[in-house]
């Protein structure tokens, strides 16, 4: 059975990537996780608050500028300064047969295509751009923020022969339209979806309590639906992330139209051997139903055939809240 993918036009054995994370921040780690079967590997990010450090806002800087500083890490606090992040790619370039992804994180990201030449040449073999932010200031708007990420994937891509993804938020009020626009400015491929960490409140000390909580299988649904919707309209890959726990998971992506599907959080909690296991189901459901390889399979269950895909999932919508018998 071939498991065999193109991801970012790069040729992957199987379709597993493992996530951006710190599940490579050693070279062992990422050679048992390449040995269980991942097809490609995401470094942990880098920050653009450690190429660029945020000075602190005014209203904090007249406050208190302490406060603001201690907001975010200290410079030798994060895992990999920019320089050992360069020399861990190197490294595990020399170590892994199967390609490495690097990820830059941030909003702002000037200075990025410069990091990104230097990836290029430590030999990353492509590059995930995470535009992680929470877009809480009134006065920022919606197409500025979309018009950045254009602006900057494009400066990025267009400095460097590597290929380059953008890791999405679900939360663009045209997702669809961003996609494709990602695509036009050279993005080869986009990853559905980052997960927001959301603090909590603590009710009894009265304070704001930040959570990483592991993801579950069901925060999956989210991803197939967009998946569905985009698989038809990009011409480049598509990577799932977020919920991927099972190889059922894997072949649902796949089915939406995944060329990737990346894990983390299953294998934190179970280690690499989940690869394995993965890969024999997936083969296993694919001999069930007569696939040979992963491309006649991808994309089955798209909404290609569907004309009107806002219709259908409107549609769905009202049908679903119609079934409710309670
Ligand atoms: C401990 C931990 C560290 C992570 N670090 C990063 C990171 O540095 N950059 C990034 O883009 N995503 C990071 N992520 C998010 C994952 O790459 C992934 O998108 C998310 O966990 C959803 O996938 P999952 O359901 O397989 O866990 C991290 C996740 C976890 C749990």
Redesign the pocket.
Known sequence: MDLHTEYLGLALGTPFVV????LCDDVASARRLQEAGAGAV????L?EEQIDPPTPAPALAVASAQEGEEMFPEYAEYQFSPEAYVRHVVRLKRELAIPVIV?L?GHQLHGWAEVARRMERAGADAI?L?F?QVVANPATAADYVEMEMLRVTGDVAGSVKIPVAV?LSPFHSSVAQLAVALELVGAAGV?V???FYQPDIDIDELTVRPM?R??EPQ??LLRLRWLAILSPLLRGSLAA?????RDADAAKAILAGAHAV???????RHGPGVLTSMAHGLTAWMEVHGYSNLTDCRGRLNLERCGDAAAFERANYIRTLQSWHG
């Open positions: 996530g951006a994370s710190p995401v470094l942990r990010s920050f990820s994180n995930e995470n992680y890791k990853v979806f980052n997960r990483l592991l993801s925060e999956l992330t977020g919920g991927v726990h990346q894990l983390v959080s299953v294998l934190l």
